[in-house]
Nanobody, 125 residues
């Protein structure tokens, strides 16, 4: 079981990035997926999540209005479109998957079962 995150990089404030996370090793089409991030010296925090059916999404307040989470047609891929990036968005971004939506509803209080390796996002001012 692997989650492979990609798409990170260096971008100026106000710019955009699109992160991708591809799941392999099992069928994740029935799994809920989400994104977390960890900035240097800070704890990991919830960013966004989406149900397996694409019907429901959930965002941290810091992501609302700027980030959009979506899934690919095969449901084994999740994307995070990040717009209007700010220096405080600088972090390593991790994708995660879990069979329980409540895990993501907890917005970080519960730990998803499956994790990707992280992709680094740096936003310069």
């Amino acid at each position: 079981v692997q989650l492979q995150a990609s798409g990170g990089g260096l971008v100026q404030a106000g710019g955009s990035l699109r992160l991708s996370c591809a799941a392999s090793g099992r069928t994740f089409s029935s799994y809920h997926m989400g994104w977390f991030r960890q900035a240097p010296g800070k704890e990991r925090e919830f960013v966004a999540a989406i149900t397996w059916s694409d019907v429901t999404t959930r965002y941290a307040d810091s992501a609302k209005g700027r980030f959009a989470i979506s899934r690919g047609n095969a449901k084994n891929t999740v994307y995070l479109q990040m717009n209007s990036l700010k220096p405080e968005d600088t972090a390593v971004y991790y994708c995660a998957a879990d069979s329980l939506w409540g895990t993501f509803q907890s917005m970080g209080a519960m730990t998803p079962r499956y994790w990707g390796q992280g992709t680094e996002v740096t936003v310069s001012s």
